[in-house]
């Protein structure tokens, strides 16, 4: 089955400990990108990645890292959380198509909490 | 000036009944326009793609887009319960930029039996 699986589903963690966010699609897709979503902001791109080895920063990058060793892995990093990172994660991949812009498919989410 | 406007919500409709969304947008350089659905909690899910002017059909949803007035609608058929969720249009630029999403922050429909 067609999918991107985002792990884990749900994290409860403390400030400054560091965490990383796994994400992995089978589709071969080359476009890979992390949104947060939080009441009343909407979705906001973090990070996004057009292939291996070549990421961009997205709307609101501050506090996350990430790496794309591999096509079909984005991981989301956050080397010293902190509570106002405490959010709803989403990592979405799409192909890139010469001619139109391919919607993107979604994982089924993180729900991190930063006490 | 937002880039994505969406009316929040929520909008009521009577199971049955047509609901009608409407989204406009700021980047006149959009060239493809997706429709997502999302339930509380759940991740978005394509309902709609639409790449030209015009109406687009599919099922019970119709996406209806006006690029000369940067503005996308989306009319849901035979609104039913399961159709009560949160709806995101997303503009998306040209390919040079990339496939980046920009997403309005949703209106939110409620069909009531």
């Known amino acids: 089955e067609a999918q991107v699986t985002q792990n884990p589903r749900y994290l409860i963690t403390v400030t400054g400990k560091k965490l990383t966010v796994t994400c992995s699609q089978n589709?071969?897709?080359?476009?890979m990108s992390w949104y947060r979503q939080d009441p009343g902001l909407g979705l906001r791109q973090i990070y996004y990645s057009m292939n291996v080895e070549v990421t961009d920063k997205g709307d609101v990058p501050e506090g996350y890292k990430v790496s794309r060793k591999e096509k079909r892995n984005f991981p989301l990093i956050l080397e010293s959380p902190s509570p106002n990172q405490t959010s709803l994660y989403f990592c979405?991949?799409?192909?890139?198509?010469?001619?139109?812009?391919?919607?993107?498919?979604f994982g089924n989410g993180t729900r991190l909490t930063v006490t | 000036q937002k880039e994505v406007e969406q009316n929040s919500g929520p909008l009521s409709v009577p199971e049955g009944a047509i609901a009608s969304l409407n989204c406009t947008y700021s980047?006149?350089?959009?060239?493809?326009f997706f429709w997502y659905r999302q339930y509380s909690g759940k991740s978005p899910e394509l309902i709609m793609s639409?790449?030209?002017?015009g109406d687009k059909e599919d099922g019970r949803f119709t996406a209806q887009l006006n690029q000369a007035s940067q503005y996308v609608s989306l009319l849901i058929r035979d609104s039913q319960p399961s159709d009560s969720a949160t709806y995101l249009c997303?503009?998306?630029?040209?390919?040079?930029?990339?496939?980046?999403?920009?997403f309005g922050g949703g209106t939110r429909v409620l069909v009531k039996p």
């Open positions: 980047d006149r350089g959009s060239q493809s």
């Open positions: 979405a991949s799409s192909p890139l198509n010469d001619r139109v812009n391919s919607p993107l498919h």
């Open positions: 639409i790449y030209s002017n």
């Open positions: 589709m071969n897709h080359e476009y």
């Open positions: 997303a503009p998306c630029p040209p390919r040079a930029a990339g496939n980046k999403l920009t």
